[in-house]
Every structure is written in C-alpha cells, then in structure tokens.
Nanobody
Framework: QVQLVESGGGLVQAGGSLRLSCAASGRTFMRYYMGWFRQAPGKEREFVGGINWSGGTTYYGDSVKGRFTISRDNAKNTVYLQMNSLRPEDTAVYYC????????????????WGQGTQVAVCS
C-alpha cells in the first residue's frame, strides 16, 4: 500500500513557476514508476509526465515539454514536478500517481493516486 500526498500548488501569474511535491508513504517507493496527471474542469485527465524508478528516464506530455521537469528523490520518497513558463491553460488539479508497471500507459495502469493539488495560472 502506498499513500501519496501532493503539495505546492497555488496561484501564479502567467510566465511564473511552481514546484509540486508528492510525498509517498511506505518503504517500497523505489519500486514504482511515478506519474503526474492533471485535470481541468470539464476535461479528461491528462498525462503530464512520468519518471521511472531510478529517475533515469522521463516522459512528458506534448503540452508541457520543455517547460516542466520531473525528478525524484528515492531517499526522501518524493517526486517533484518543476513547472516553468506557466500558462493559463496549465490551470488544473494536479495529481501524482504510482504504478507497479515498468512502463505504464494511461491512468488505468496506475495503482495509487494522491488527492491532488490545485494550480491556477492567471494572465
């Protein structure tokens, strides 16, 4: 069992930056592929990015490539999402998720989810 708690959301002006954190409970954090998703009102949950167990491989959704960076610190059981050059369309609830699969696909292949943290970007 893994519990995930996101933090770091808030209100920021367009062009600004935020860093989200996701703290995981348990001693098996290193076994999990970690992903970030977001969901805006009235829209489907969207893949933001993911990182493998070692942190050596990352993937990003097309809408955030070059602006967002995922990293993890296995010693601290934490995964991060550094968001730069934020845009109003980045406004959403951001979720972290953990998957026991080596290379998970969509949201259904993630086993554990956090409660989410709100990010609002004003123009």
């Amino acid at each position: 069992q893994v519990q995930l708690v996101e933090s770091g959301g808030g209100l920021v002006q367009a062009g600004g930056s935020l860093r989200l954190s996701c703290a995981a409970s348990g001693r098996t954090f290193m076994r999990y592929y970690m992903g970030w998703f977001r969901q805006a009102p009235g829209k489907e949950r969207e893949f933001v990015g993911g990182i493998n167990w070692s942190g050596g491989t990352t993937y990003y959704g097309d809408s955030v490539k070059g602006r967002f960076t995922i990293s993890r610190d296995n010693a601290k059981n934490t995964v991060y999402l550094q968001m730069n050059s934020l845009r109003p369309e980045d406004t959403a609830v951001y979720y972290c998720a953990a998957s026991g699969r080596m290379w998970p696909g969509g949201p259904s292949e993630y086993d554990y989810w956090g409660q989410g943290t709100q990010v609002a970007v004003c123009s």
